[in-house]
């Protein structure tokens, strides 16, 4: 249904990462789970008046808060959708962020809520009452929370939502309660036994879980984290394709909210090139990040010296010894200035994070190495960079 929806009504619904299709995806996805969980609610609020199943009428009531998350995952991505302006010169992006967390709050919330009335329920045991009716609206209720989950999953990685991950995790987490609800419900009516109560804690339990999982997942993209590996890449390739472009480093990316990014980065080329030219090309690199990856890239250009064989040779034999102690440093800026009674090589190093070393431990190791090198007396100066991705 998405997806003959999306294609009557979105336009250019293949274009995942342009903001106003994401809007449109997030609109679409909005209102369907409101009109669906709406149907739930009032499906499963009869039947737990009928049956007078606490776990029952508990299910019902965490269907017409999903509806509420979706008008939260809908207003979300309008807000989003808005233009920059003078508070906001970076565009408001994040609300998609903003909108997931609520959304994660609200289905912790429900599962403490639920938690609650379990336990009040194992206290105070009442017998289920059943019907063919009620089977059937919650057979129906697991199906279609089945395919909630799934058209909610698809979008959210069609274009890389967290706020409709959020939105499908919320689903999973109401099919796998409908289904325990079900399952207690037919052993009650069968048996006699009382389950309601201890079942109705285990999907507290789970639905709990769900949205601690999905809150910390959002906490962090809300306080920033490492481009993907497939961003990056994209990236290199668009950049390292121009012959004019030695080599890249010093890759920033500045998360402003899905579609929303800002990049700048340093690229390598030839300190004899014209200037004039390279800039010409270095603003046609720009442009086409742009029109390619929807984000704002700055370039600085690095004048590296190409055509000095002992500079080149330096540069390897530096490189050599960094990868032989410490494998995962990488180096770039690399100059020598040399003098009367010594050289001094200067060069920045790429830390990673994960090091077991500390940024002065790893400087001392490097000055020590080059400071024993032959033939003659080599000082360096070492700038530390690190990795952001």
Same mark, same amino acid.
């Given at each position: 249904?998405?997806?003959?929806?999306?294609?009557?009504?979105?336009?250019?619904?293949?274009?995942?990462?342009?903001?106003?299709?994401?809007?449109?995806?997030?609109?679409?996805?909005? !209102? /369907?789970? &409101? +009109?669906?969980? %709406?149907?739930? #609610?009032? $499906?499963?609020?009869?039947? *737990?008046? =009928?049956?007078?199943?606490?776990?029952?009428?508990?299910?019902?009531?965490?269907?017409?808060?999903?509806?509420?998350?979706?008008?939260?995952?809908?207003?979300?991505?309008?807000?989003?959708?808005?233009?920059?302006?003078?508070?906001?010169?970076?565009?408001?992006?994040?609300?998609?962020?903003?909108?997931?967390?609520?959304?994660?709050?609200?289905?912790?919330?429900?599962?403490?809520?639920?938690?609650?009335?379990?336990?009040?329920?194992?206290?105070?045991?009442?017998?289920?009452?059943?019907?063919?009716?009620?089977?059937?609206?919650?057979?129906?209720?697991?199906?279609?929370?089945?395919?909630?989950?799934?058209?909610?999953?698809?979008?959210?990685?069609?274009?890389?939502?967290?706020?409709?991950?959020?939105?499908?995790?919320?689903?999973?987490?109401?099919?796998?309660?409908?289904? !325990? /609800?079900? &399952? +207690?419900?037919? %052993?009650?009516? #069968?048996? $006699?036994?009382?389950?309601? *109560?201890? =079942?109705?804690?285990?999907?507290?339990?789970?639905?709990?879980?769900?949205?601690?999982?999905?809150?910390?997942?959002?906490?962090?993209?809300?306080?920033?984290?490492?481009?993907?590996?497939?961003?990056?890449?994209?990236?290199?390739?668009?950049?390292?394709?121009?012959?004019?472009?030695?080599?890249?480093?010093?890759?920033?990316?500045?998360?402003?909210?899905?579609?929303?990014?800002?990049?700048?980065?340093?690229?390598?080329?030839?300190?004899?090139?014209?200037?004039?030219?390279?800039?010409?090309?270095?603003?046609?690199?720009?442009?086409?990040?742009?029109?390619?990856?929807?984000?704002?890239?700055?370039?600085?250009?690095?004048?590296?010296?190409?055509?000095?064989?002992?500079?080149?040779?330096?540069?390897?034999?530096?490189?050599?010894?960094?990868?032989?102690?410490?494998?995962? !440093?990488?180096?770039?800026?690399?100059?020598?200035?040399?003098?009367?009674?010594?050289?001094?090589?200067?060069?920045?190093?790429?830390?990673?994070?994960?090091?077991?070393?500390?940024?002065?431990?790893?400087?001392?190791?490097?000055?020590?190495?080059?400071?024993?090198?032959?033939?003659?007396?080599?000082?360096?100066?070492?700038?530390?960079?690190?990795?952001?991705?």
């Amino acid at each position: 249904m998405i997806a003959l929806l999306s294609g009557l009504f979105i336009k250019n619904a293949s274009d995942y990462q342009n903001p106003a299709v994401r809007k449109a995806y997030g609109t679409l996805c909005g !209102i /369907v789970g &409101i +009109a669906l969980n %709406i149907l739930l #609610f009032l $499906g499963k609020w009869i039947s *737990g008046i =009928l049956s007078g199943s606490i776990a029952i009428t508990a299910d019902a009531f965490n269907n017409l808060s999903d509806a509420g998350s979706s008008v939260i995952t809908l207003i979300g991505f309008q807000m989003s959708g808005q233009k920059p302006d003078k508070e906001h010169p970076y565009g408001h992006g994040r609300m998609e962020y903003l909108s997931a967390m609520f959304v994660s709050i609200a289905i912790l919330f429900m599962g403490l809520e639920l938690g609650r009335t379990s336990v009040d329920k194992i206290l105070h045991p009442e017998k289920i009452s059943s019907s063919p009716l009620i089977f059937g609206i919650l057979i129906v209720s697991v199906l279609v929370k089945f395919y909630m989950f799934l058209y909610n999953r698809q979008t959210g990685k069609k274009i890389d939502s967290a706020s409709m991950r959020a939105t499908a995790n919320d689903s999973l987490s109401d099919m796998i309660a409908t289904s !325990i /609800v079900l &399952i +207690a419900t037919v %052993i009650s009516t #069968f048996t $006699g036994i009382l389950l309601d *109560g201890w =079942l109705g804690i285990l999907v507290s339990i789970f639905i709990f879980y769900t949205g601690f999982s999905t809150l910390r997942e959002t906490v962090t993209l809300l306080l920033g984290q490492p481009p993907k590996k497939e961003f990056v890449d994209e990236i290199e390739h668009l950049v390292l394709a121009s012959p004019a472009v030695r080599g890249i480093h010093d890759l920033l990316v500045h998360d402003y909210g899905p579609g929303r990014c800002m990049i700048s980065l340093h690229a390598e080329v030839s300190a004899k090139a014209d200037l004039l030219k390279i800039h010409d090309e270095i603003d046609n690199i720009e442009r086409e990040l742009e029109d390619q990856l929807h984000c704002i890239a700055t370039i600085h250009m690095d004048p590296v010296i190409t055509d000095d064989a002992e500079t080149t040779k330096m540069y390897h034999t530096v490189c050599e010894l960094v990868k032989a102690i410490l494998p995962d !440093i990488t180096i770039h800026d690399f100059r020598m200035v040399e003098g009367e009674t010594h050289t001094n090589l200067i060069f920045d190093v790429v830390i990673p994070y994960n090091t077991k070393y500390t940024d002065d431990e790893i400087v001392t190791m490097l000055r020590k190495i080059i400071a024993a090198m032959p033939d003659k007396k080599y000082f360096s100066v070492i700038n530390v960079d690190h990795a952001y991705y």
